[in-house]
């Protein structure tokens, strides 16, 4: 289960008495290039940040052996992960 509050919204929800709701994981498929895309924005299949990169991500199968589709979402990623850190 992941999370869709950050920890200070989990708090204050708390605070008001309202269970933060959470969250199924998405099933992932085991796929080397997933992992690459993955290990590109800092993380791997069991981080709970995960479900922020999955709708910035495409079919996996247009980025095979599509160079300009990989440089787009290498672009994406890079800003992605620049805005964690």
Do not use: C, Y
């Amino acid at each position: 289960m992941t999370a869709m509050w950050d920890p200070f919204q989990r708090q204050m929800l708390s605070a008001l008495g309202v269970e933060p709701m959470v969250r199924a994981s998405p099933v992932l498929p085991d796929d080397p290039l997933l992992h690459a895309v993955l290990r590109a924005v800092g993380l791997d299949r069991d981080s709970a940040e995960v479900a922020q990169v999955l709708p910035v991500i495409p079919p996996l199968p247009a980025l095979r052996g599509n160079a300009a589709a990989k440089r787009t979402l290498w672009r994406q990623l890079r800003r992605v992960r620049s805005g964690w850190q």
